[in-house]
């Protein structure tokens, strides 16, 4: 069975920095694009990072100069890093791996449970 993990979450105050980490197990990690999005209460999911499995980052525009998404393939995580962190940083973050063209022989996208970010003083 495929599964993410995520970690990392927790209370910080604005300006503050967190780390994410996922690990996905059950599958080749290096298959997968990944990616990180979060869901603020009452609004719909959205998309915070992505990265590539050749390693190239994407970003939204929110977020663009304050977070670094990064993959290790020999670890299978994926983590991100969380600088200066605003109140409406808050939400729960959701692991994502997207298996590309590979969804053509069998692979699925995968969503982790999620882990809630707190941005408050």
């Known amino acids: 069975q495929v599964q993410l993990v995520e970690s990392g979450g927790g209370l910080v105050q604005p300006g503050g920095s967190l780390r994410l980490s996922c690990l996905l197990s059950?599958?080749?990690?290096?298959?997968?694009?990944m990616g990180w999005y979060r869901q603020a209460p009452g609004k719909q999911r959205e998309l915070v990072a992505t990265?590539?499995?050749?390693?190239?980052?994407n970003y939204a525009d929110s977020v663009k100069g304050r977070f670094t998404i990064s993959r290790d393939n020999a670890k299978n995580t994926v983590d991100l890093r969380m600088n200066s962190l605003k109140p409406e940083d808050t939400a729960v973050y959701y692991c994502n791996a997207d298996p590309g063209i590979a969804k053509n022989i069998g692979y699925l996208e995968v969503w982790g449970q999620g882990t809630l970010v707190t941005v408050s003083s």
């Open positions: 990265i590539t499995k050749g390693g190239r980052p």
């Open positions: 059950g599958s080749i990690f290096s298959i997968y694009n």
